[in-house]
């Protein structure tokens, strides 16, 4: 977790111009990442998210309402909110259908959880329009929303409230006897319904089920589109303003990502006030302290628009989150239990300010904060951004036309995804994939359309990740406004946009072309060098490196590793790459091996394993003690032994001996080492120099012996002399 402790304010508000500094700007750059985006169906409705089934199939949300299954290219409705008697569903510009997720013990017959899955979506207010009777009560409503002063709202006076949608999680039964399945319309269980407090948008996504079995939901923070829905910074009824605003307010779940279990009847946790679900005893305000809302996982955040774990194979199991900002930054960030991710009082990494109608890039030139922490930034810790850029919206509150040359963003709203661990693009393989909404209303940058959508990616294991845009293979079209990410169950990924379109992220294609070519190295002697490349195009790919333009035996995969380099290994590496379309080498990588400094290291071991036999096929090394004074060594032939876990080698010597000789006279040799009279000082001194034990009554043989200087063989043979089989004849140097 990375916090940050901002700045000292001046009088008034303003910032110090010599303060700490702030995090620069972050832009995008041209990626050497090229892909294709192929379309897979179009849903007929702005598609909002997608999951796999549990039947393998695609289920894809658009935000009119509709479940919508992709199978095999064929597209049929599993449910359509709209025509839901008991859902007086909202479709509405910023408002509608956002997310569904199946329970994870969904085939499980024995589970509470069987044949069960999750919405979340909005509702009208009232049951006729703007008028009629409320359609339900919430669970949650915010303290300015109800002006009456009851102290509980009912449906006879809560009319009287401010707030302008319902946010709701539902839970269904899908009817598997259907193909392809369909949702039971009739099966709808309200587990949360919130009051949404200000205007149309920031409503957030979800659900979905993380890697612990889970539901999380995000909640927007119920804000308007500006500093708030009124127009004035000052409003009352301002989503973000209430006790410093709704994402920093744990009384309440709007601008929080929540957890929880949906079921119940099950034992763990507590239950809800509602009684619909419970709450995990693991959540990080599950004691309520304090106020605090026990559904709560982390807050902060402003209007979080895409989530999800690295949970597939090579995963770390991070949650990655897309927030919305509002005028300067959009961000993503690394979601960890209890974190605080700073909103309304950062966006991004930088305070939120009054100057709407404002760069952003320079906040030491006399700007107004719209608000301060308790205590002010110096003491306000919170979790900085993975990655963030600047968005191209701007916003001008008092009628003033927005300034042209501030639209030098990437975009209008940052639309979170995955990380990719499919094996179709091997460039992406651990990148973070996500994108923009849009290039704006306004004038798009060069080579945009207006209205296009962007895709990135990012390295999440730099500290600091540069955020990168695709390259497109030749003939490529991006739709317009990008709305989600689908991952099928192999780790590809789905673009979703507001066309209907479901596009797959595909390799480029054609011969490959170089990613990331090969970098020189300099080690020193008997130091690993490694080696790797990335590609794009079409897989599967095949690689062949070379030394100096000679092709390197069994050097045949991306990375090239060169364990206990030698001088004579110095030279250029180069890989030739290649797939169905054809081939590329990579540009040449120099491997320079330094010779290694002078060392004290000594020489503490020598082995060797080979075949006993009788006569003269026995196991004979030499050693050789230099003049200075006596050594003492531990000497082993080890055969049974090697025949057990986890060598289990075949064929072992059963019964070894071992003799040492000075010339032909015998100096010491032993049988059985558990017989020896000295056998504890043998495994003590084993011990010691890190050779594997000996199991106890192993028919192994070892002794400790302290030679003079001179030369020495030593025999290993069988000690009924007529038996054969494999041994390993071990010298030690004792310190």
């Known amino acids: 977790m990375k916090l940050v402790a901002l700045l000292s304010i001046a009088a008034g508000g303003a910032l110090l111009a010599a303060g700490p500094a702030l995090a620069a700007a972050v832009g995008v750059s041209p990626g050497s990442v090229k892909i294709g985006l192929q379309q897979i169906a179009n849903v007929g409705g702005p598609a909002m998210s997608m999951v796999v089934g549990p039947d393998g199939r695609f289920y894809v949300c658009t935000l009119d309402g509709k479940v919508r299954v992709i199978d095999n290219g064929a597209v049929t409705t599993a449910l359509d909110l709209a025509t839901v008697a008991a859902v007086p569903f909202l479709f509405a510009s910023a408002n509608g259908f956002y997310g569904l997720a199946f329970h994870p013990a969904f085939n499980d017959a024995a589970s509470a959880g069987y044949r069960k899955c999750y919405t979340y979506a909005d509702e009208?207010?009232?049951?006729?329009?703007?008028?009629?009777?409320?359609?339900?009560?919430?669970d949650y409503w915010h303290p300015e929303q109800y002006t009456p002063g009851a102290p509980t709202p009912t449906l006879a006076n809560y009319a009287l409230a401010t707030f302008d949608h319902f946010n709701v999680l539902h839970e269904w039964t899908v009817n598997t006897g259907a193909t392809p399945p369909t949702i039971d319309p009739a099966s709808s269980r309200v587990l949360l319904r919130l009051a949404h407090p200000n205007g149309g948008g920031h409503n957030g996504t979800g659900p979905r089920f993380g890697p612990d079995?889970?539901?999380?939901?995000?909640?927007?923070?119920?804000?308007?589109?500006?500093?708030?829905?009124?127009?004035s910074v000052t409003s009352p009824t301002d989503g973000h303003s209430n006790n410093g605003g709704n994402g920093q307010d744990r009384t309440h779940?709007?601008?929080?990502?929540?957890?929880?279990?949906?079921?119940?009847?099950?034992?763990?946790?507590?239950?809800?006030?509602?009684?619909?679900?419970?709450?995990?005893?693991?959540?990080?305000?599950?004691?309520?302290?304090?106020?605090?809302?026990?559904?709560?996982?982390?807050?902060?955040?402003?209007?979080?628009?895409?989530?999800?774990?690295?949970?597939?194979?090579?995963?770390?199991?991070?949650?990655?989150?897309?927030?919305?900002?509002?005028?300067?930054?959009?961000?993503?960030n690394i979601i960890t239990a209890g974190g605080n991710y700073g909103w309304p009082y950062l966006e991004g990494s930088v305070p939120l300010i009054n100057q709407d109608n404002f760069s952003g890039d320079d906040l030491t030139a006399g700007v107004t904060f719209l608000r301060t922490p308790p205590g002010g930034y110096a003491s306000f810790s919170s979790v900085l951004p993975l990655a963030e850029y600047k968005t191209r919206r701007q916003y001008a509150p008092d009628g003033a036309a927005a300034i042209p040359a501030n639209l030098t963003g990437d975009g209008t709203a940052v639309t979170g995804g995955f990380v990719y661990r499919g094996t179709a693009i091997?460039?992406?393989?651990?990148?973070?994939?996500?994108?923009?909404?849009?290039?704006?209303?306004?004038?798009?940058?060069?080579?945009?359309?207006?209205?296009?959508?962007?895709l990135f990616y990012l390295n999440p294991a730099q500290s600091a990740p540069v955020i990168f845009e695709f390259a497109y293979t030749a003939g490529t079209t991006v739709p317009s406004y990008l709305l989600g990410f689908g991952q099928d169950s192999a780790g590809e990924l789905y673009a979703l946009f507001a066309t209907g379109d479901v596009r797959k992220l595909v390799p480029a294609a054609g011969a490959p072309e170089i990613v990331t070519p090969p970098v020189s190295q300099t080690v020193t002697a008997g130091g690993t060098a490694t080696f790797s490349i990335t590609a794009n195009g079409g897989g599967p790919f095949t690689y062949q490196w070379s030394r100096n333009g000679v092709a390197i035996a069994g050097a045949t995969s991306a990375t090239y590793a060169v364990p206990a380099a030698q001088r004579f290994q110095s030279g250029a590496l180069t890989v030739v790459v290649t797939n169905s379309a054809g081939s590329v080498t990579s540009a040449a990588a120099t491997l320079t091996v330094n010779a290694a400094p002078p060392s004290t290291a000594r020489l503490i071991n020598l082995a060797t394993r080979g075949f006993v036999g009788t006569g003269a096929a026995v196991l004979i090394p030499g050693l050789v003690i230099s003049p200075g004074g006596a050594k003492t060594l531990l000497i082993r032939a080890v055969g049974p032994t090697l025949g057990l876990d986890p060598f289990n080698v075949p064929g072992v010597l059963a019964d070894p001996k071992i003799t040492i000789y000075s010339g032909s006279t015998v100096i010491l040799q032993n049988d059985d080492w558990g017989a020896n009279a000295d056998a504890a000082t043998t495994a003590l001194v084993a011990a010691q120099v890190g050779a594997f034990p000996l199991p106890a009554g192993s028919k192994d043989a070892a002794f400790v012996v302290t030679l003079p200087s001179g030369g020495y063989t030593v025999q290993a043979t069988a000690a009924d002399g007529t038996s054969s089989g494999i041994a390993l004849v071990e010298v030690y140097e004792v310190p």
Do not use: C, M
Request: proline residues 8%.
């Open 253 to 332: 779940p709007f601008g929080k990502l929540l957890r929880l279990d949906p079921l119940p009847g099950n034992s763990a946790g507590t239950l809800s006030a509602n009684g619909q679900y419970r709450i995990p005893a693991t959540n990080p305000f599950a004691d309520g302290a304090n106020g605090s809302l026990r559904e709560i996982f982390a807050y902060g955040l402003r209007n979080p628009w895409g989530f999800n774990w690295d949970s597939r194979p090579g995963g770390d199991g991070r949650l990655f989150l897309g927030n919305v900002g509002q005028h300067h930054r959009e961000e993503i």
């Open 213 to 231: 079995g889970f539901l999380y939901l995000a909640i927007g923070d119920g804000g308007g589109s500006g500093n708030d829905y009124s127009g």
């Open 124 to 138: 009208r207010k009232f049951a006729s329009g703007s008028s009629g009777p409320l359609t339900g009560l919430p």
């Open 426 to 454: 091997p460039a992406l393989a651990g990148t973070y994939v996500f994108g923009d909404y849009s290039v704006g209303d306004d004038t798009p940058p060069a080579g945009f359309t207006i209205h296009q959508a962007r």
